[in-house]
């Protein structure tokens, strides 16, 4: 499942976590309604977090990948729930680790 959230930068607030894009929309719209006269305030920020509330636009490559393993892996059992349990962060970097050392059997013995 995915969370998303809005940011205006310029009020300082973030929108509580939505689950689907109509709902960041009509969040969006609401709060530049309301407190901006409908205008789109510089730097807002609207996207796709994890289930740590980290912006995966601010991570990179590798952590990303990450996240959305152990995200994936965790909302299998609780969709609706934030954080991670250990066991999907753990699963994650195994997944990832064996993918790592495939690729370099697999390149070493073409070697």
Aim: contains cysteine; negative net charge.
């Amino acid at each position: 499942m995915r969370r998303y959230r809005y940011r205006c930068s310029v009020c300082l607030t973030t929108s509580p976590t939505a689950f689907h894009l109509d709902d960041l929309a009509v969040e969006a719209e609401g709060h530049r309604n309301a407190l901006h006269g409908g205008h789109f305030p510089d730097g807002e920020h609207a996207g796709e977090i994890d289930r740590l509330g980290r912006w995966y636009a601010s991570l990179g490559p590798l952590a990303t990948l990450h996240a959305h393993l152990s995200d994936t892996l965790a909302d299998l059992r609780n969709t609706a729930d934030m954080g991670r349990p250990l066991w999907a962060s753990a699963t994650a970097a195994l997944v990832i680790g064996g993918a790592a050392a495939l690729v370099l059997a697999v390149i070493f013995a073409a070697l």
